[in-house]
């Protein structure tokens, strides 16, 4: 059974850092692209960012990129985001997801992380 | 970057009636669309790829259709357990693989 359980989420000040976690079990973790996709309160789904089954490929949507970096430990089956610079923008859900090849559709999602930015 | 847009943004149906819901790509995307399903409190989950092939044990009163530019999600006959909010993502050559803002499927 496919699962991701993302951790690291909590209450940030503006301005500084936070690293998520996304411990994957389930599948051969080192064959699949995976993504971080967030949704702030009430809101919709965005893309966050994506990383290529090796890690030589990475992608940012526009609003994080420069400040966010997405990682992976394939020796961990876990997948990693660094985010820096937070502002009340970013406060937010998190999930990680698995990608059903690379660079296709995802096909499982973790239950996500909050993360809350604020003063 | 390729803008998904749905409509309508909240569908108001009544339980045992047919909804369609829709999803337009601003260029191409091929078949390379996929719908998930989101309840509150709940991750989304999977419900069709390749724009009209239905996920690992979804019901087959969801279809899927379309192709390029202009998809449709159809629900034929709606059970309490479907009212719930919708998305469409493409997923076409490289990310970001944006999503359109949902639609919010409720009792009418």
Known sequence: EVQLVESGGGLVQPGGSLRLSCSASGFTFSSYAMHWVRQAPGRGLEYVSAISSNGGNTYYADSVKGRFTISRDNSKNTL????????AEDTAVYY????SSSWYYSDYWGQGTLVTVSS | EIVMTQSPA?????PGERAALSCRAS?????????YQ???????????YGASTRATGVP????????GTAFTLTISSL???DFAVYYCQHYHNWPPY???QGTKLEVK
Do not use: N
């Open chain 2, 60 to 67: 087959a009163r969801f279809s899927g259709s379309g192709s």
């Open chain 2, 79 to 81: 059970q309490s357990e």
């Open chain 2, 98 to 100: 944006t999503f359109g």
């Open chain 2, 10 to 14: 909240t569908l108001s149906v009544s």
């Open chain 2, 38 to 48: 989101q309840k509150p409190g709940q991750a989304p989950r999977l419900l069709i």
């Open chain 1, 80 to 87: 990693y985001l660094q985010m820096s610079s937070l502002g």
């Open chain 1, 96 to 99: 990680c997801v698995k990608d």
């Open chain 2, 27 to 35: 260029q191409s995307v091929s078949s390379h669309l996929a719908w």
